[in-house]
């Protein structure tokens, strides 16, 4: 079965950044919809971004001009630059793949993506 392996996660101080990697692997990346979602203590899974097999991405809200979505299809990595990080951005951080439907950034709901990674813990204080 399709695998993700998120990496590149840790602690970090507010206003600074980290890079997110998630390699694939078991599947046809480039006919995939990709994306990452976080997941905060008590707190439902959000979507964060998702990009298409041809690089359109689209970002939620509250992290554009601050993260970027982006991905290799030679290398099936997917990533995801954050900057200017907030101590609320502090979460588990998950990539999820799909099969193309329709406008990738639509698809925005945890149930809508049936191949996930394990997680990788984003700690930013203060």
């Known amino acids: 079965e399709a695998q993700l392996v998120e990496s590149g996660g840790g602690s970090v101080q507010a206003g600074g950044s980290l890079r997110l990697s998630c390699a694939a692997s078991?599947?046809?990346?480039?006919?995939?919809?990709m994306g990452w979602f976080r997941q905060a203590p008590g707190k439902e899974r959000e979507w964060v971004a998702s990009?298409?097999?041809?690089?359109?991405?689209t970002h939620t809200d509250s992290v554009k001009g601050r993260f970027t979505i982006s991905r290799d299809n030679a290398q099936k990595t997917l990533y995801l630059q954050m900057s200017s990080l907030k101590p609320e951005d502090t979460a588990v951080y998950y990539c999820?793949?799909?099969?193309?439907?329709?406008?990738?950034?639509?698809?925005?709901?945890?149930?809508?993506?049936?191949?996930w990674g394990q997680g990788t813990q984003v700690t930013v204080s203060s």
């Open positions: 078991r599947f046809t990346y480039s006919a995939y919809c």
């Open positions: 990009i298409s097999s041809t690089d359109s991405s």
């Open positions: 999820a793949a799909r099969r193309t439907g329709g406008y990738c950034g639509g698809w925005r709901a945890p149930s809508e993506y049936p191949y």
